[in-house]
């Protein structure tokens, strides 16, 4: 484990200086990530200007299902960086130089990239949500704090094993290098409480593509309007979700027979 | 004429050529539309109007704003980075075509495909909601509607190619584009009407060129603006055309003479 750590701090650092390097970029991507955090937050705060609820939730509510999906998105951003670029790993030869490295070759794959920007990005997110608890006291006690964090690790270690199954699949095809950018498409889905969708579409983003279990059923949870019976499940679905796609890791590996270098 | 008609035609075949970047660009358009649907229809359950807006209109605005995103804001700009940063604009400069006119017609391309793609999910969504969708009430509006699109098509390509000739100063553009990109799209009313915003920002936004780019054509497609507004639209729109093509161009024949074929 402190392998490990001493191994993504190393990662980290050369991410920094390669981000400070390439001063101008950075600062453009990061103004763009706080604009989008700040347009949607004012669209959120306007549209409450407007109307008393959103499907029964109050402004402090709305705004805590939008923070708790940045949260997510965020964090997984953050820390699966490299998957972003698993097909040019395998492409240019990068993934047989991890294999004889004494390290885990997925460990390498997804955290060869450290975003920084999305860390800088993190601390107003968390600042936010921080306050909005501070607006909702009604449900601030241990138990709500307790589920609400459980969750949102439980919605983090779903995305870790999205981004391992796609890590997976460019092994395994050498192709598919859109399907983590879908992923992060459909995710933008969670931006607003689930409730707000059709029964169908409810049922594909909790099911199917569990989008529902990573960002809604965290501030759920924390509101009280979710039942334990849903807070096992998606227990139960990221263990399950996580079994099946390192399954798929090592069949990959297995599969693998080099492609370039 | 017809060598930027063959651009066109090789653009359009290179975009279907690409299925897996078009799918991606149709996911991100198709959540952005799913979700901008289901929450405007929940914000509308119990109320017959919003903002002075009524269900339909306001379920037609984000249709419609699909279309429109797809065919105003669709854009090669990021290419044009690229073939300046690595040097590869240098074979375009050599050839007897027009840079300006050869982006043109290659964005053109790719508006082409995108609004076929837009087109085909609204009309998915319209059939899977059994949703309704407004229609103008007078030809004046669609023929003001037309106008006012044409309007944002040649605004938008300025504008792009103005940002995308940063690339003549520095290899770092892509970080300032993407915000570019993404501040463009918030305020030209993608993501929410403007009248969503307080009075006074709104008095700001529109001094600006990037209202008059999606949330104008629709304001006057959703008939909510009296003649006046929309002819001092229309005025605005010229203004920011003539300023932006005068800015673009003259920044383009700059970064020429910086142009250093780094790469080339």
């Known amino acids: ?261 | 004429m017809k060598k930027y008609f063959y651009v066109f035609s090789l653009s359009l075949q290179q975009a279907m050529q690409h299925r897996a970047s078009l799918l991606m660009d149709r996911v991100r358009s198709v959540a952005l539309l799913l979700s901008l649907y289901f929450l405007w229809s929940a914000l509308m359950q119990n109320q017959d109007s919003f903002l002075g807006y009524s269900r339909t209109q306001m379920l037609s605005y984000v249709l419609c704003m699909n279309l429109l995103r797809a065919f105003v804001l669709s854009t090669h700009a990021w290419d044009m980075v690229g073939e300046i940063s690595s040097g590869r604009i240098s074979s375009y400069l050599l050839r007897p075509i027009r840079y300006f006119g050869f982006c043109l017609a290659r964005d053109f391309s790719q508006k082409v495909v995108f609004l076929g793609s837009a087109l085909l999910e609204v009309f998915l969504l319209l059939w899977c909601l059994r949703a309704t969708v407004y229609f103008p009430g007078s030809w004046r509006s669609v023929f003001f509607f037309f106008v006012a699109v044409w309007g944002a098509f040649f605004m938008y390509f300025f504008l792009a190619f103005l940002v995308s000739s940063l690339a003549f100063w520095t290899s770092e553009s892509a970080g300032p584009l993407f915000c570019f990109e993404l501040l463009l799209q918030f305020t030209a009313g993608v993501f929410f009407p403007l009248d969503v915003l307080p009075p006074y920002v709104q008095g700001w936004l529109h001094v600006l060129p990037f209202p008059y780019l999606i949330y104008f054509p629709l304001s006057i497609y959703l008939e909510k603006l009296p003649l006046s507004s929309i002819l001092h639209g229309f005025m605005m729109q010229g203004v920011w055309m003539v300023i932006l093509g005068w800015v673009a161009a003259g920044v383009w024949r700059k970064g020429l003479r910086v142009y250093m074929a780094e790469g080339g």
């Not at chain 1, 569990?210 to 759920?220: E, L, N």
Request: glycine letters at 4%.
């Open chain 1, 1 to 261: 484990m402190k392998k490990y750590f001493r191994v993504w701090w190393r990662i980290a650092v050369a991410s920094l200086l390669t981000q400070f390097s390439t001063w101008l970029s950075s600062v453009g991507y990061l103004l763009g990530k706080l604009i989008r955090l700040f347009f949607f937050f004012i669209f959120i705060v306007a549209i409450f200007q407007h109307t008393k609820s959103l499907k029964g939730y109050s402004l402090a509510q709305t705004v805590l299902f939008f923070l708790t999906f940045n949260l997510v998105d965020i964090v997984a951003q953050l820390f699966f960086r490299g998957i972003y670029a698993a097909r040019r790993i395998v492409m240019e030869g990068d993934l047989d130089f991890f294999l004889v490295q004494p390290a885990s070759p997925l460990f390498r794959m997804a955290c060869g990239t450290v975003d920084f920007l999305d860390f800088f990005t993190l601390i107003p997110v968390l600042a936010l949500v921080g306050m909005t608890f501070s607006h909702l006291p009604e449900y601030l006690n241990f138990f709500s704090l307790f589920f609400y964090v459980l969750l949102v690790l439980n919605g983090i270690l779903i995305a870790l094993a999205i981004h391992v199954a796609v890590a997976a699949m460019a092994v395994w095809t050498q192709e598919l290098e859109n399907t983590i950018w879908i992923y992060r498409d459909l995710m933008t889905l969670g931006r607003f409480p689930i409730d707000i969708y059709s029964s169908a579409v409810r049922w594909v983003l909790t099911l199917a593509i569990p989008i529902a279990v990573m960002t809604s059923f965290p501030a759920q949870a924390f509101l009280g309007k979710l039942s334990l019976g849903w807070i096992l499940f998606s227990f139960g679905l990221s263990i399950a979700m996580i079994s099946l796609s390192l399954g798929l890791w090592n069949k990959a590996l297995k599969e693998y027979t080099s492609v370039s270098s």
